[in-house]
């Protein structure tokens, strides 16, 4: 399996990540970088400047930023990594034009052909590509990826589904790079927490019923749960932490959900950026913690620990890395998902 | 009104800003500081060092430090910021002994002879102060204030009890000077979140019950509200943030809570910690912030933001100072309360 | 005394600095507030938000803003809080139009007819100002004080002149505030340093010339000192440390740099945001400390530690508050010596 | 080529990093982990607990805690990473008994007959071996790594020393880990700067004379520079960075720094642990920095910037990560010159 893919808005935060995490891939080689109108026809390294902690691999460094045109990148696959405000128009002219987009943009998302994938919870919403495709006449298709908030939380609820979960409350402490490369001014985040993320909530409680709803007919209906998130920026650099209480209505207790989570395994190690395990379990007390454990699974695992007792269902912390498992990782692994079921 | 007061545990965290505060305090004149053993005879300013970021009074930085022996101590009160696996004994002591203690340590809090006081809360438990006298036979007594990140949950909830509180889950980010000067590694804590502070999930879910609660003939029932916790450690300097949720028995919507925030008054201007506004609710989305909002009412105040409504009742944030309105100043107010009820 | 002020570039970081500085000032009273084109029109209060830790002045926070047209503003001095690139012709507007201007920006601050003034270190330049404005044909005339970085060296190199100051090397280790609200992004700083700040090095390298030089008749001849600069961005909110090197061409050691430093008493007292003491010598071989020494006298004091031999002369530390001392009080205190000095 | 070694003082910062950067060594085979008193029995994993962000290697976790006896251990070369105040006499009983010793600690780097080496700069020192073990009469032999602060120092030094260095001032940002998990607190570092660090300008001071040394018969002659140093802790997690002034007796300017650093090859990439470049140069302005370049070759390779001419020689920024090239990656390196020159 061999395949040409592209990235969209390759020099933000989310789009280095792309090209670091797409170095060296098995199935996938990059064969286009695009960025807005003033880069195209820089070469990627006199962009934007690399802020990861890996070099920029040098091959990549020197790539001709190219324009965001169907015609001008020739990809089996595209990963957007766009802002939500063009993603929508921009990606809709690759799928119509042929090519299929996996997309960490919110612009897609919610729509009601649009499939909102986590392999590990919900892949058969794949077939909702075959809907879209007809329905909108397009020889190419958009497949999107949660927020990154949203994703750590329904991973980690997904083992608990069998109980019947009712209703989850959710409070975040979310890392700086959530927000790109300029999203959070220094200011703003030293010595200092902001309770506030502009439309993080609304993500966060919709994308949840869309995950963990069923496929009916040519439809996601979706989970009858009530969610509801508060969102919190705090100075951490990577690493979403999030407290999590869960109800349900079968009778569960910290042991139950303690095995639930262990016994996880979606089936999916032949895909190359599945990790190890998916949920870790962590046992001491004090963990998981952001800086120590948000790499686990090359950042690709959902850290999960202190699952107690609450007196209406259970609470645990859970813990994933926001630019990898919650954005361009989580693009990616929808790549590997669409080549294995050859929609590429 | 001019008493004499003295510190017990005056070189800590808390012992500095006790001295901060009462520093040129109308009804209070420092009389004392004691320090444990090897401490004793050495000049304050020789002891830990000054870590606020205003100047040690100089006088005070010449005082001697004193045992904590009750007979070598001439005060009408003594403030205690011991550590609890010591406080519970030498409290005990200068109780006995005459003197009245206004402390902060937990060793006290739940007896159930012990007032565990705020007093814009539940003045009223003030009364177990006679019942104590008479149950143990002694001349002076003990009263508490509650944990840092209970008191600032506990303020926001007042206003709210008339709605009916049945469920309370609270999410807290955290400040490291409430584990003490060398209470929280800088390598523990930079780039990170420490989801675990030992018993402090224990102290809010108990704590609230008792100070919520009633008196009933000669002791305090405990409110019928289910408190859940989940606390988390975080890399800002001064104030706990939190993240609240809230269910009521009669309906509650987020425009009523905030008329509730809002006309909150306590009645006790006379006294002279007390802030202009107990609670100041915030319209602003991106706030309370930590670090801009912490020293309102010189700390003393509790900021409240984002009330929202909720599936079930409302949810916002509360943000305090803990060493401030947490600690320090809870017990200085507890001491004024005491004064003006005749009781010192 | 009692003069009506303006500010120029209102919203920014050295624009907020400069409403709290003046609230209740002995001789100032603010009566207009200008901001860019985009801001004109509207109440300040909801223009940039809040960003210091004291509350906005209530009766503030309602002003309209103004253009920066000098006709619409009516004020016996404007203090420019405004970028550099726009800084030279808006100041130059207001000059010509009779206006006293005492900037912070760096534009003019090196003109050969532009008095660059502390007024602890080289008062007597303010006679450039009569020079300035017979040279110019203009009725008001612009006074600058140094950039952030540059004024706690000076003002600790002062007392050492008399040793004869040959060669200076100095390390800074600065704020984030001092690039403005969203100067540094938060993905910049958190557990890095960046270890370039743009013209910074070269403005601490000429402009200590022209403070320390003298005024030979119409003009300053620069200091014949050499000085290097490395100047570093890290993260903290305010306050600036600076590890200096100084050899003299008299002999130096520790004992006579602190007596120098003890001595050293620019009588000033009568200007009222001059402190108790502009330098603050710590004896303690841990402090100066940032957060916790930054604020000493108000912010105005420079405080220096660590004296200690060095094989060529002296080195020791420097911590000044970068935008109080640095900025806007350094153009408050410029204007009340123009005030006293009969300039306005 | 294999070898046992053990770990003297496992269980602390520097002892983990050794565990971290020994597992799947080519050379050495980890036998045994020594640690204090109170942790011997013990499995390793409950002692300490672990806190890098790799996993701790499953089968060293299940190690048991042998005592600091050199009967009790079976290895062929021990790497300490014990404390100052004791690490003297328990190597000296190792080295006794006839076991190579290679210690990061810095109770014996300045006597006389123990070799203090960084294998890029002064291998030929290591003959002090064969001195050091006929005076006292030992079959084995202590060999020592300097300072954190002091090898990314010496290292860039180095390839200036054929300009003849005359006069070294250095001010450093160095990071919290180099104090150990407990050495610095939150609350002393967040939003702060301590403008000292107790014994480590007279370490950097002294060892780079020695390092920069040439053998004289049968001990090591001072180079003959002179060295100041200014030692700051910031709120950074890894890496040291330093801000350098050299100069030389011949004349230097920033061209031909740079080539020297460029040509740089101590021909050493026959040991495991050599980076492909020791120095690494960047060509941007605002670069190496902290978090982003600590990593660099495996944390092994010391980033040199900002490469300018000075008005006396030149001035430039080196970055080193301070637990791996600056402590455990430099004793292991120094134990794989051992291997290599068959002294193990």
Redesign the interface.
């Known amino acids: 399996m061999n395949k040409k893919v592209a990235i969209l808005g390759a020099t933000g ?1 989310v789009g280095q990540r792309f090209i670091q995490l797409l170095d060296n891939h098995p199935w996938f080689e990059i064969t286009g970088l695009a960025a807005s109108e003033r880069n195209v026809g820089k070469t990627y390294k006199d962009t934007k ?1 690399w ?5 920029l691999p040098e091959e990549i460094g020197e790539y001709e930023i190219l324009p965001m045109d169907p015609k001008k990148i020739d990809a089996d696959l595209v990963f957007s990594a766009l802002p939500s405000d063009v993603a929508g128009e921009i990606e809709a002219n690759f799928a119509k034009e042929g090519v299929a987009v996996s997309s960490n943009a919110s612009a897609n998302r919610m729509k009601e052909d649009v499939p909102l994938i986590i392999p590990e919870v919900n892949r058969d919403h794949i077939s909702l590509i075959d809907i879209q495709k007809e329905k909108r006449g397009w020889d190419g298709f958009i497949i999107t990826n949660p927020n990154c908030s949203t994703i750590g939380l329904v991973l980690s609820l997904k083992p608990l589904t069998k109980f019947g979960i009712e ?1 989850v ?1 959710v ?1 975040t ?1 979310q890392a ?2 959530g927000a790109g ?16 993320i ?1 439309g993080e909530e609304e993500k966060m409680e919709t994308e949840t019923l869309k995950l963990l709803g069923n496929m009916d007919k040519d439809r996601v209906k979706p989970a009858s749960i ?1 969610v ?1 998130a ?1 969102c ?1 920026r ?4 990577d ?1 979403h ?1 999030e ?1 999590i ?1 869960v109800s349900t209505n079968q009778k569960i207790d910290a042991k139950d959900a303690k095995n639930a989570f262990l016994m996880f395994d979606p089936q999916l190690k032949d895909l190359p950026s599945e990790p190890e395990k998916v949920i870790f379990l962590h046992e ?13 699974g090359r950042g690709m695992t959902v850290s999960v ?2 699952v107690r007792d ?3 269902g259970i ?1 645990y ?1 859970a813990l994933s890395h926001n630019t990898i498992r919650g954005a361009a990782g989580a693009a990616i692994l929808n790549g590997e998902l669409l080549a294995r079921e050859g929609y590429i």
């Open positions: 935060a400047k802020r990861l902690d890996t070099q209703e409350r409070a402490m700086v790079s490369f300029d999203g959070v001014s220094s200011m703003d985040i030293l010595d200092n927490v902001i309770p506030y502009k009530k509801s508060g919190h705090i100075g951490v650099i690493g932490t407290s209480w001491r007390d004090d963990r998981p913690q952001t800086r120590l454990d948000r790499n686990i620990g202190r609450d007196f209406d609470k912390i």
